[in-house]
């Protein structure tokens, strides 16, 4: 277990469903991971304080359930923008609303500038282990 290691996760903001983010954030501490969990209803730009309160963060997590990612992460791109949110943005759950999917949804998601969706909350933590040996390796070479 690193204790550099440290996630910041938290529900989208329209959304208010708390069991999942409790699971996801105890899966996290299990494997080893420091997590900073904000919540239900997260605004994105408290995504972005809490990040550069802990530049060192290896990844945000954003679950959203209710379907209304897109609409709730909109202000992504101005974020990056302004240098905020640097590090990734993983996102997972159900990705847009209604049971029939048009199958832009991932699509749509990356244009606002998702790095990395997820299905299956039990890929969360071999991604992060993905991310982590990239970032070693990236500052190694530098």
């Given amino acids: 277990m690193s204790e550099d290691r440290l996630v910041i996760l938290g529900v989208a903001e329209s959304d208010a469903h708390a069991v999942a983010n409790h699971l996801i ?6 494997h080893g991971l420091q997590v900073l969990n904000l919540g239900v209803c997260t605004p994105l730009a408290d995504f972005a304080e809490a990040h550069a309160a802990h530049p060192h ?13 897109h609409q709730d992460l909109r ?26 999917k048009n199958g832009d949804e991932e699509e749509r998601l990356r244009s606002l500038g998702v790095d990395h969706l997820l299905a299956d909350a039990t890929q969360l933590p071999v991604l992060l282990d993905l991310i982590s040996a990239a970032r070693a ?3 190694a070479g530098a």
């Fill in 25 to 30: 954030a105890m899966q996290l501490r299990l």
């Fill in 57 to 69: 963060a290896e990844a945000v997590v954003i679950g959203s359930l209710n379907g209304h990612a």
């Fill in 75 to 100: 202000t992504l791109p101005e974020l990056r923008a302004r240098g905020l949110l640097h590090c990734p943005v993983v996102v997972g759950g159900n990705l847009s609303v209604g049971s029939r």
């Fill in 137 to 139: 390796t990236q500052l």
